[in-house]
């Protein structure tokens, strides 16, 4: 404890938690007949083994699976004149594939971006379009492709896309 309060941590970033308590609260008071944060196994990676995730929601009368984002509202305009991107595009994708893996009938997928720096209901973008298995399996066997090249040449020599984002986090 600091002489003015409790020491902060200086790479504390509210985003995150901000993301974990808004999923929460959606799973205690939306949809109580849908399946909330369902774990499913997504498909294997050639040479690496199975993948699982986790959906946000999935309404079975709709075949509708769901995935929460809050991001903030520049993201959100652009993703509204540019479509929703690519990564969020096969990750829902990926857990569409899950929820027809564990069995249940699968029609559409949703990317529901809800702004963290908005209190304007009507700046929520929902990015909705049609299961497509060919996305799940094009994801798995790029990852597959990544991991055998991991494999072959270290992961300190993959080549990072620009708009990757950089962690400190160290595999």
Sequence with gaps: MGETGPTLVSDFSLFPWLGTAGH????????PDALHEMKLYVGDVPGYGPIKGTTDLFIPDEG???DWKFVGLKKIK???SKGAPTQYRYQIQ????GCELAGYGVKSVAVVFIPRDSGDIS???VHEEQYQPEMAARALERA?????QALEKGWEELPSDDGCWRCRNRW
């Design 123 to 125: 700046d929520i973008f």
């Design 78 to 80: 652009e993703y509204r």
């Design 24 to 31: 929460a609260q959606l799973e205690r008071t939306t949809f």
């Design 94 to 97: 990926l857990y569409a594939r």
């Design 64 to 66: 509708l699976v769901v």
């Design 144 to 148: 597959g492709l990544v991991y055998q």
